[in-house]
C-alpha cells in the first residue's frame, strides 16, 4: 500500500511534465536556410534553427509528422543545423524547428519554404506599366512561358516570403500571369524575379527569369497601358528604361578604325603609283617608236643595197672606152684592102669602192 502511492505520485509528475512538453510553452525559434531558401538542383543548404540556449533542437520537414508528437520525436540533439549536401524535389517543401528547455519544448518556428530552382526551362518577366515608376502607381509585371506551367511565382529579392502566386491563363500559345502591385511605394522599388511551377510539386521550381528592377521617379508620366504580347525571349530590365545618349566610341574602337583608315589610305597610294608607273612605261614605248619612224622617213637611202646607192650617185661613176681592131687576111697578090669594118665600143662602169 506504501509503495504504490509513491509510484502513483510519480507517474503523475511525469504526466505532468509531458502534457507542459506537448502545449510548447516556451516562445518559437527562428528558421531560415544559407545561404539561401532557393536552392539550385544539386545545390547545398544549411537549415538552421536560431534560438540563444537550448538543450535539444529538432528541424523537421511538415509533411513528415506532427511537430509536437512526442511520441516520436527524436532524442534530444545539441547541433541546432540540418546540412543537404544535394538539393532533390524530395527534399524541397516546408519545414520547422523546436528546442527543448528543460522539460519543456517550445513552440515551432514559422514555416521555412525550401525551393529547389532549375528544374525547367526559364520564364520570362515584362512590365506592362514601365519599370520606372512614381509612388503610388499601379503597376502590372507580366510573366510568360512556352511551358504549360500551373502557377507563376514572383519573387522580390531580399525578401524571404514569397510576393504573389498566380495562375497560369493562356494567351496565344504561351501561358502568362499578369502581377498587380498596387499604389506601390519605396519599399517595393527593387529587383524582381518570377519562376515557373506545378501544382502537384509546388516546391519544384524553373530556373529563374531575367531581371526587372522598378525605380522611382519623382514626377509621374501617363504610362503606357498597351497589354505588350507574350514573348519568350527575356528582355533586359536590370536598368531603368531611360532615354540613351549616343554612347562615344571606345579606344578599341577608335583605335580600329585608325588601323583602317591608314591600310586604306597605304593602298590606295599603292596602286596609283603602280597606275603612273604603268603609264610612264606606255608614254615611253610610244616615244621610242615613234621616234624610229621619223629617223626612216628622213634617210631612206640607208635601208638600201650599197651597189644601189653606187649606181645612183654619177660624181662616183667613170666610163671606160675600149676599141677592138680586127685584122683581115688577104692574098699575097691583092694588095687591096677590106673596108674599115665598123668598131665596136663598149662601156664598162667602174665603180669606186
Known amino acids: 500500500m506504501f509503495t504504490v502511492f509513491p509510484s502513483l505520485l510519480y507517474l503523475g509528475l511525469y504526466i505532468g511534465q509531458s502534457t507542459q512538453a506537448q502545449e510548447g510553452n516556451l516562445p518559437p525559434p527562428h528558421i531560415r536556410a544559407l545561404p539561401t531558401s532557393k536552392v539550385l538542383s544539386k545545390g547545398t543548404v544549411t537549415i538552421q534553427c536560431q534560438i540563444p540556449e537550448a538543450e535539444a533542437y529538432d528541424i523537421y520537414k511538415v509533411e513528415g509528422r506532427k511537430p509536437m508528437d512526442r511520441n516520436i520525436l527524436p532524442l534530444p540533439k545539441k547541433n541546432n543545423t540540418l546540412r543537404i549536401q544535394e538539393m532533390t524535389p524530395d527534399q524541397a517543401g516546408l519545414y520547422q524547428c523546436i528546442y527543448q528547455s528543460g522539460v519543456q519544448w517550445s513552440q515551432p518556428s514559422n514555416p521555412l519554404q525550401l525551393v529547389m530552382t532549375g528544374a525547367y526551362d526559364k520564364p520570362s518577366l515584362t512590365s506592362i506599366t514601365g ?19 500551373d502557377v507563376f511565382i514572383l519573387i522580390k529579392e531580399g525578401e524571404v516570403n514569397t510576393t504573389q502566386n498566380l495562375s497560369s491563363t493562356l494567351q496565344g500559345s504561351a501561358h502568362q500571369a499578369i502581377f498587380h502591385l498596387d499604389h506601390v511605394t519605396s519599399t517595393q522599388m527593387g529587383t524582381y524575379r518570377c519562376y515557373g511551377a506545378f501544382r502537384n510539386d509546388f516546391y519544384v521550381w524553373s530556373h529563374s527569369s531575367n531581371q526587372l528592377q522598378l525605380v522611382a521617379k519623382k514626377a509621374p508620366d501617363d504610362p503606357d497601358l498597351t497589354e505588350p504580347r507574350c514573348s519568350t525571349e527575356a528582355p533586359d530590365h536590370s536598368t531603368p528604361t531611360a532615354p540613351r545618349r549616343p554612347h562615344a566610341p571606345s579606344h578599341d574602337q577608335m583605335e580600329t578604325r585608325q588601323h583602317f583608315l591608314i591600310g ?39 635601208a638600201e643595197p650599197m651597189d644601189r646607192q ?15 681592131s680586127i685584122p683581115t687576111q688577104r692574098s699575097a697578090g691583092t694588095p687591096s684592102f677590106l673596108p674599115r669594118q665598123t668598131q665596136i665600143s663598149e662601156y664598162a662602169t667602174l665603180a669606186l669602192r
Open 310 to 324: 653606187a649606181s645612183e650617185d654619177p660624181k662616183e661613176v667613170t666610163y671606160s672606152q675600149v676599141t677592138c
Open 131 to 149: 519599370t520606372v515608376v512614381a509612388s503610388g502607381d499601379n503597376v502590372k509585371l507580366q510573366c510568360c512561358s512556352k511551358i504549360q506551367f
Open 264 to 302: 586604306f589610305t597605304v593602298t590606295s597610294v599603292l596602286l596609283l603609283l603602280l597606275l603612273l608607273l604603268l603609264l610612264f612605261f606606255f608614254i615611253l614605248r610610244h616615244f621610242k617608236a615613234k621616234n624610229k619612224a621619223t629617223r626612216i622617213d628622213r634617210h631612206p637611202e640607208a
